[in-house]
Nanobody
Framework: QVQLVESGGGLVQAGGSLRLSCAAS????????MGWFRQAPRREREFVAM???????VYTDSVKGRFTISRDNAKNTVYLQMNSLKPEDTAVYYC?????????????????WGQGTQVTVSS
C-alpha cells in the first residue's frame, strides 16, 4: 500500500552535509509516522529520526542538532537534512512508514521500507 524510494546518499567529507529524500507513493494517508533508520556493517539497524502526521519530530541523541527530518506533503516526500557529518554517520540509510498509532523507534514499529541509500563520511 506504500512504496518508498530513498535517494541523495553519497560520499562526503567529515563536517559536510547531505540531504536524503524519501519519495512515497500509494496510500500514504494511512501512515501515522515516517522514520529514518541507518545500518552500518556488522551493526543493528538503528533509529535516526521520525516525523508524525502532525509534524512532531523525534531524533536519536547522537544526531540532535545536526540532522533535521521534514516533509513536503505536496511532493509526498520526506527529507533528512544531515549537517556536520561524522565518520560514525557512515551507513545505509532507510526510509520507513508506520501505520500504527504508537509507532516509535524500533524497526518492528514500521510496516514499509525503502531500499536504502548509502552515506559514506570520510575523515
Amino acid at each position: 500500500q506504500v512504496q518508498l524510494v530513498e535517494s541523495g546518499g553519497g560520499l562526503v567529507q567529515a563536517g559536510g552535509s547531505l540531504r536524503l529524500s524519501c519519495a512515497a507513493s500509494g496510500r500514504t494517508f494511512d501512515s501515522y509516522a515516517m522514520g529514518w533508520f541507518r545500518q552500518a556493517p556488522r551493526r543493528e539497524r538503528e533509529f535516526v529520526a521520525m516525523i508524525w502526521y502532525n509534524s512532531i519530530t523525534v531524533y536519536t541523541d547522537s544526531v540532535k542538532g545536526r540532522f533535521t527530518i521534514s516533509r513536503d506533503n505536496a511532493k509526498n516526500t520526506v527529507y533528512l537534512q544531515m549537517n556536520s557529518l561524522k565518520p560514525e554517520d557512515t551507513a545505509v540509510y532507510y526510509c520507513a512508514a508506520s501505520l500504527r498509532r504508537r509507532a516509535g523507534e524500533r524497526t518492528s514499529d514500521y510496516d514499509y521500507w525503502g531500499q536504502g541509500t548509502q552515506v559514506t563520511v570520510s575523515s
